[in-house]
């Protein structure tokens, strides 16, 4: 397979994972761009992987991990925070509403614990593979699975 292929079958599915770790999609465009700008270079040590794909995610989420460390102004976001929705009972938007109340909630946790959560529940990957992408051991997956799930839990109890 050559990159363009490998790029032309898995860009947009690499655009939704972003999307999810990053929780907004120029963010997630930015990550993504960044990301297959470092495949293209190191294309011959991706494509001789056992899995092209999960290599690629590795590296998608060490860089959105990784973001933090940047300097200040790329963490700056120039947006305001959405008013408080309060929908009524036959509201059609009541489901989008609480999307967006599960987005901001998953912005506050921790990268790791973020992504570990996006790569179970959203890429339903298993422990073993989560663990090699995020380059931990599998016990450590699920202690940042349950310690994010609490996390969200404690807030949504605390928002009623």
Same mark, same amino acid.
């Given at each position: 397979?050559?990159y363009?292929?490998?790029?032309?079958?898995?860009?947009?599915?690499?655009?939704?994972?972003?999307?999810? @770790?990053?929780?907004?999609p120029?963010?997630?465009?930015?990550?993504?761009?960044?990301?297959?700008?470092?495949?293209?270079?190191?294309?011959?040590?991706v494509?001789?992987?056992?899995?092209?794909?999960?290599?690629?995610?590795?590296?998608?989420?060490?860089?959105?991990?990784?973001?933090?460390?940047?300097?200040?102004?790329?963490?700056?976001?120039?947006?305001?925070?959405?008013?408080?929705?309060?929908a009524?009972?036959?509201?059609?938007?009541?489901?989008?509403?609480?999307?967006?109340?599960?987005?901001?909630?998953?912005a506050?946790?921790?990268?790791?614990?973020?992504?570990? @959560?996006v @790569?179970?529940?959203?890429?339903?990957?298993?422990?073993?593979?989560?663990?090699?992408?995020?380059?931990?051991?599998?016990?450590?997956?699920?202690?940042?699975i349950?310690?994010? @799930?609490?996390?969200?839990?404690?807030?949504?109890?605390?928002?009623?």
């Amino acid at each position: 397979m050559t990159y363009e292929e490998f790029a032309d079958s898995r860009l947009s599915a690499l655009l939704r994972y972003a999307v999810m @770790l990053t929780g907004d999609p120029t963010a997630a465009q930015d990550l993504v761009q960044e990301t297959m700008l470092r495949v293209q270079l190191h294309w011959r040590r991706v494509a001789r992987s056992d899995s092209p794909d999960g290599y690629v995610r590795r590296i998608m989420t060490n860089q959105f991990i990784e973001s933090r460390r940047a300097s200040w102004w790329r963490r700056v976001l120039l947006r305001a925070d959405p008013d408080p929705v309060v929908a009524a009972p036959t509201d059609h938007a009541a489901e989008s509403a609480e999307r967006d109340r599960v987005w901001s909630l998953l912005a506050r946790l921790p990268r790791r614990q973020r992504a570990a @959560l996006v @790569l179970r529940y959203y890429e339903d990957l298993p422990d073993q593979e989560i663990a090699d992408i995020l380059g931990c051991a599998v016990g450590t997956v699920r202690s940042s699975i349950s310690r994010g @799930l609490d996390a969200l839990r404690a807030e949504l109890v605390e928002a009623r």
